[in-house]
């Protein structure tokens, strides 16, 4: 039986216990066992089908864990005995507090980059829309776009997309951001923009966990980062310790791959 995380003021903000994810005879996640701690920034690296992604897909609940708990401050939010409609109210508070940019855009194509970050603290937070406005200013200036406020995603650039993307889930004022290999679809000179913004979210202590091929954000950028291969956390440790002194094979082997 798992115990319940305490909640209490030296307690990770996020923990994770035991969680397993199989979609039909394939196991993706394999009793994973994580905590983070608030301000923290955990990079999460591996190759493909290691069920990095899957990760962070449970914790936001866009898939249901097979079994296992995930605490945000001490609650678990993967219950869903909840009846239905609790449920879904459920899913949107856990979505509120737990922020998530993904590989694709997903911005909404008729709006324009203001509308798109204003649109989710109107519509789940019902809030006032001159105090929503005025806070969508504020963090489009902050991921470097306050000039392309009345623009339309099809008139921005990938990196463009990908910081208004990050506003978005920023407006929603999250108590964890995960990031799914955010860089990965841009084209190489656009990647340092949204790292740079990244880097400025670590810095004022926003809660992360990223995953990335990017491993010089990782060093730099990361106080742990975890290797995941087949479905299990391989090895966690200080980026320093992982990438001048790995101590599973495993690792060592993906790593001299990607350092080529």
């Not at 239905?84 to 856990?94: D, M, P, S, T, V």
């Amino acid at each position: 039986m798992t115990n319940t995380p305490s909640n209490t003021s030296d307690a990770p903000i996020l923990q994770i216990t035991n969680l397993k994810k199989s979609f039909g005879d394939l196991n993706v996640l394999n009793d994973i066992n994580l905590e983070v701690s608030p301000r923290e920034v955990l990079v999460i690296i591996g190759p493909s089908g290691s069920g990095k992604s899957t990760l962070l897909r449970c914790i936001n609940h866009l898939e249901e864990p097979t079994g296992g708990g995930i605490y945000l401050e001490g609650e678990l939010i993967n219950d869903t005995g909840k009846k239905r409609h609790a449920f879904e109210k459920h899913l949107n508070a856990i979505r509120c507090d737990v922020g998530m940019v993904f590989q694709q855009f997903n911005l909404f194509p008729h709006m324009t980059v203001l509308e798109n970050v204003m649109e989710a603290p109107l519509q789940v937070l019902k809030q006032n829309k001159d105090e929503v406005r005025e806070k969508a200013l504020s963090l489009l200036e902050r991921v470097g776009l306050s000039d392309k406020t009345e623009a339309y995603p099809s008139m921005l650039s990938g990196g463009q997309q990908q910081r208004v993307a990050i506003a978005r889930a920023l407006a929603m004022e999250p108590k964890v951001m995960l990031f799914d290999e955010v860089t990965s679809a841009l084209d190489p000179e656009l990647v340092g923009d949204v790292l740079r913004v990244m880097e400025d979210l670590a810095k004022e202590g926003m809660t992360m966990l990223v995953v990335t091929h990017e491993m010089g954000f990782a060093e730099k950028v990361g106080d742990r980062v975890i290797f995941m291969a087949d479905g299990y956390v391989v090895e966690d440790s200080s980026p320093q310790e992982m990438f001048s002194n790995p101590k599973e094979q495993r690792t060592k082997q993906f790593l001299a791959e990607v350092l080529k």
